[in-house]
């Protein structure tokens, strides 16, 4: 019996670490220690053993039972380690160099606010900048809005609390209601008081309003604004200076147009329209692209130029609106996923 017991240990030894399965684990399992298993037939004949052989029997076959567990124990482990390593994937060296490097690209919106940029700089004008953070009197009241135009509606703006909320924040004016600007023409009024005409300028820049997002709209998305101030300017200026910008941006096959409007900051006003058909996905004929007019004499008076001396002509249009007919984008929140499969295809 000595034998056939060690026959069935190496039998175990040489199988069970070749189990690769928790299925096979339990057939051989069951093979060996269950109810009809190899290792259970010795213990059922111990009735049949004549009483004196019976504990050396026993103890032989306890023995036996010892080291099949152990056995049983590492094959189970070793099969646990195996599914572990499955679930972890291929080994990864963290000290190697990621293959992802090589240059980035530029952001389709930089592309759109550089060209214009440089498109505007050729004709005299230079970059001005202004604060995200604005008080109502920049961005609404020296603009000529008064505080019952629906635009300073805490709908549709992002109101800062009062100073006094904030603590003594040395910045701000306690007699100021802070906001998000709802448009670039704030930087008007700041390049304005900062200095005599002429002025020359142009501010691309970050706007925040209370929109919910689908494929056109965004709750925040970019400006870009221009104002010129000198005398005897035109809307023939005007019209001239948007006829060459866009042209320039777009192609010499663009077209504009002025529809009158209005805007508290211009007079008389306009919405600028342009006609692009080569580019592509444009399917209108007319795309509205931004509002524009001549400085209202009151913006004048607000920053104390003379509205008599003076004469200038102000332009504000959405850069998203641009790059989308640009490259035929068609959902504006591409632009805001850092999803790589669209940033990779501008240069
Ligand atoms: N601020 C306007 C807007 O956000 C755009 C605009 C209209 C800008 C007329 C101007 C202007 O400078 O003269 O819709």
Known sequence: MQDQLSAVLAKATAELPTLKTRPEFEAAKARYVGPHGELTAFMKQM??????????????????????QAQLDAA???????????????AVDVTLPSPDIGPGTRHPLTLVREEMCRILRK??????????????????????????????????????PTAARF??????????KYLLR???????????????????????????????????????????????????????????????VFAALLGSDTKTRFRPHYFGYTEPSFEVDLTAKHLPKVKKEWIEIGGCGMVDPTVFEAVGYDPEVWSGYAFGMGLERLAMLLYGIDDIRYFYQNDLRFLKQFA
């Open 123 to 160: 004709v005299g004008f230079t970059v001005a900048d202004g604060p995200e953070v604005e008080t109502e009197y920049y961005c609404f009241d020296a603009l000529n809005t008064p505080s019952d135009h629906p635009a300073r509606d805490a709908q549709d703006t992002f109101y800062f």
């Open 182 to 244: 709802t448009h670039t023409s704030s930087v008007q009024i700041r390049t304005m008081l900062k200095g005599p005409p002429p002025i020359r300028i142009v501010s691309p820049g970050r706007v925040y309003r209370r929109d919910t997002t689908d494929a056109t709209h965004s709750a925040n998305f970019h400006q870009l604004e221009c104002l010129y101030v000198d005398r005897n300017v035109t809307v023939r200026d005007l019209k001239a200076l948007l006829d060459y």
């Open 76 to 90: 189970l482990a070793q099969i646990a380690a195996g599914e572990l390593a499955a679930q972890l994937g291929p």
């Open 47 to 68: 009735g049949a053993v004549p009483k004196e052989q019976r504990p050396a029997l026993g103890k032989l076959i306890n023995e036996a039972k010892v080291k099949l």
């Open 167 to 176: 603590g003594n924040v040395s910045r701000m004016n306690p007699g100021e």
